[in-house]
């Protein structure tokens, strides 16, 4: 389309930084034609200090409207664990069905890995959004006390599970290697990992040219750090998909360049781009944060929004920047969107 | 005690191979006054194709008059996932209430790790073992339909939680460094994650010198390819246990050399060692695998009964061998055996 109209949600610390340098680089990509508005939403613990509230049914049905969402971070060491986590960001994957979680992992020319011998990596993470350990289902009794029981419930069906596994087929289906790994624990969390599989076994056979595999997530693990090149599309439940997103950002040049993307594939809501990346209090405010994981999460959305070609720039600028760091002196957050944008606009 | 009864359970694939060598090991290291006894079983998978079987009541009561248990690894292709999981292995940790599932992760000189620039790796991870989400609870309804769900249900009682917590504390203590990182999702899990929090702070307050932090599980798996040398004991819930120990394995030398030991401190059950890996039926009979990780169960198993100068002989009877590997051939999986009894008894 010829417009684009974003909400974006700077959140705390390093959040407001990252997205200044991310909407910088976005403006600069896209062609004269395309108009792109953009409102400010002050969610995260700003807002929360200030009022208490988390994310309202207004805020919700404010957002609804937009395109798509850019998020820099939310979160400060005043809040309590848990209120913004459950009552904003989860809050919001849940009430826009954001079901698709996507998180490439691609390891760039020049760029650092804690692992020996500079491994190609190449993969996307396709993590289930809205099931799984994340729904919030279970509870506490005898809170405080000796007795305590404290339970958490992993919810799965199969209209959530074979979704996402179709999803992750259609992605590795158009990648050239077409390789789709589950990963799960199946041989311990039978109930859904019966489930997962069986869907997934199912799927298969409406895509015959893609290679599948299975994976225990605890050897999965191990495969990331030694041999991250096996990895094509992975696809995964919530939790898994949280944890081993982490691990693949590590070895593939750390949280600084890693994106993801919210998405809710059938366009009913508006989808959330944001880096994986937190809000890093300890660094906020000093223009030390690389805003590169920011610009990346900009790219999908565009790829997203059907801007391929800019989305194709943004990210083709990403590599030649990464490509010319090494020795190279630091630079601050603005500097490095500063060298983006022009490259991209150039 | 000058005697020891041990169950043997060597199991599929190379658990045969580890197993004997492991035995080897044990025998050359105790002193000629304590008498071994020895008692194999017969369960994994040639008994369930057999018998159907994977452990009966019998079996436990059998294995109950034991002193420790020495397990190789379970597991065929031909048996389906989960079978004897749940009915061998977890049914044994959790009839012999192994809570304390001990798993500790050494770099040592020599041993080659996936990561770049060699760092100091030396850690514990005390993995709870029989609470979370490993009791198997949930369930399924409309199986194999497209209303198909699943749940899996995490119980965490504070009880449970304690105990391992206290385990913990003590072994923190009693290293040099004294740190402790308590390992969750607190900000997601927010019912279980409290639990364990506040019963975590709570231990913390009777051991004021050993300094604690809190890390969630996706971030600590950054941690452990990053900055690994940072740990020196982690406490963590089940799940969250299994899936760093293997990743802690990965970095730390590989599954060839990780030990493991499924503990009942209390002493009421015999306790359980076995290696981290697995039975990996593609090199069993081969003697390609490698003996090591069994031989360093052996040692966690002789310390557990209070043989601590057996342990420590055989712990630097390893650490030697490997010092000695780099640039060598291969050796055979008895071989590396022989070698390490002769280190030992001599
Ligand atoms: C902050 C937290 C709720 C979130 C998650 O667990 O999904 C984060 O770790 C992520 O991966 O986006
Ligand atoms: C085989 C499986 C049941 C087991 C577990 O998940 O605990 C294994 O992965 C381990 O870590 O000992």
Known sequence: SRSIDLAVIPGDGIGQEVVAEGLKVLSAALPQDVKLETR????????????????????????????????????????PSGVLERGFLLKLRFAFDHHVNLRPSKL???????????????????????????????????KGTQHEVATEVSVNTAFGVERVVRDAFARAQARPRRKLALIHKNNVLTFAGHLWTDVFNRVAEEFPEVTTEYMHVDAATIYLVTQPER????????????????????VSGGIGVAASGNINPDRVFPSMFEPVHGS???IAGQGKADPTATVLSVALLLRHLGHDTEADRIEDAVSADLAERAGRPARSTSEIGDALAVRVAG
Do not use: C, M, W
């Open 40 to 79: 400010e939403y002050d969610f995260g613990a700003r807002r929360y200090h200030a009022t208490g509230e988390t994310l309202t049914d207004a805020d919700l049905d404010s957002l609804k409207r937009h395109d798509a969402i850019l998020l820099g971070a939310i979160g400060d060491p005043g809040v």
């Open 108 to 142: 760039l020319p020049g760029v650092a890995t804690p692992l020996a011998g500079q491994p190609e990596i190449d993969f996307v993470v396709v993590r289930e959004g809205t099931e799984g350990p994340y729904t919030g289902n279970g509870g506490t009794i005898r």
């Open 231 to 250: 990895f094509d599309v992975i696809v995964t439940d919530n939790l898994f998909g949280d944890i081993i997103t982490d691990l693949a950002a590590a």
């Open 280 to 282: 890093a209090p300890d």
